[in-house]
């Protein structure tokens, strides 16, 4: 695989910022010689901004009335309307990992619809401001300032599960950018050309990691065929980093939230979680540009 390191400027005078997510000129980016329109960034968060989006994607994206993978004949609505709360309080170990492994994705704004493959004006929930803002953050740099964040799919992998390979092409605007920012255990993610003839490559996305697919690649077929463990949770340490100024901004990030991921008894049982678990955020645009509904 050959790569080739992407130094990005941002075209304002103040590029947007966002606590937990290093200055765009200190990302660490590249593009794929072999695949245009790939791009990715190393881990351009700090250890609290990782531990935030890995906090809000396990204790509040799976809420109501967000849609989750999760059978209403083998769930009950406790569990299907708030799943982090309900492991949370589980004490019996067989029923703590049917309950943690039943889950494998949460979606909202539109809702893509897993049957159909299409979208409805009627299914959809609010998209998080603080995500929008995060995709924001990255749309900017990279040159995509119209780019609106309307619709995300949360993946959770657990350690040896795979994705197989597909298109993203359910959106009616096929020419935006998607995003997808990783957290956790490592994927072997597999990029490959519009047909499945095409020589797939290979590439490792670990903790912190985003990776955008943009212009001919937006529609190639790509695959994860493994999750493994690369990485070590650490609990034991106070983070200050990020917080040191009590009046730091965080705008639409939850404050609090952003705080006690600080703290290595809030942080522990989102700890415990990941030591086995990827997480995926996959972030596209469904309208076209000057429409305002389906």
């Known amino acids: 695989m050959i790569k080739k390191r992407v130094i990005f400027i941002s075209n304002v005078e103040s590029p947007q910022t966002m606590p937990g997510v290093k200055s765009p000129k200190d990302w660490r980016s590249y593009t794929l010689t072999n695949h245009p329109g790939i791009i990715v960034i190393r881990n351009p968060f700090s250890e609290r901004g990782r531990r935030y989006w890995i906090a809000r994607c396990l204790r509040d994206y799976p809420r109501t009335p967000n849609i989750v993978n999760l059978n209403e004949r083998l769930f009950d609505e406790s569990v299907r309307s708030d799943w982090w709360k309900q492991l949370s309080l589980c004490s019996d170990g067989a029923e703590f990992q049917r309950i943690k492994s039943a889950m494998r994705w949460t979606t909202f704004g539109y809702h893509h619809n897993w049957d159909t493959k299409i979208y409805d004006e009627e299914m959809q929930s609010p998209f998080p401001e603080d995500l929008s803002s995060l995709c924001g953050l990255f749309a900017q740099a990279l040159g995509y300032a119209d780019f609106k964040p309307e619709a995300a799919i949360v993946n959770y992998y657990p350690v040896g599960s795979t994705l197989s390979g597909h298109t993203d092409h359910?959106?009616?605007?096929?020419?935006?950018?998607?995003?997808?920012?990783?957290?956790?255990?490592?994927?072997?993610?597999?990029?490959?050309?519009?047909?499945?003839?095409?020589?797939?490559?290979?590439?490792?996305?670990?903790?912190?990691?985003?990776?955008?697919?943009?212009?001919?690649?937006r529609l190639c077929y790509h695959a994860v065929p493994r999750i493994i463990k690369t990485q070590t949770s650490a609990t034991s340490s106070l983070i200050n980093e990020d917080a040191d100024n009590a009046d730091i901004k965080t705008g639409t990030m939850d404050k609090d939230l952003f705080y006690n991921v600080g703290d290595p008894q809030f942080w522990e049982p989102f700890s415990k979680y990941m030591d086995d678990s990827r997480i995926n955020i996959n972030v596209r645009q469904v309208l076209n540009p000057g429409d305002v509904k389906l």
Do not use: H, W
Not at 180 to 198: P, V
């Open 170 to 217: 359910s959106e009616p605007n096929k020419s935006a950018p998607l995003f997808s920012f990783s957290f956790g255990q490592t994927a072997i993610f597999l990029i490959g050309g519009r047909s499945l003839e095409e020589k797939p490559t290979a590439i490792y996305l670990q903790c912190g990691d985003v990776m955008i697919m943009s212009g001919e690649s």
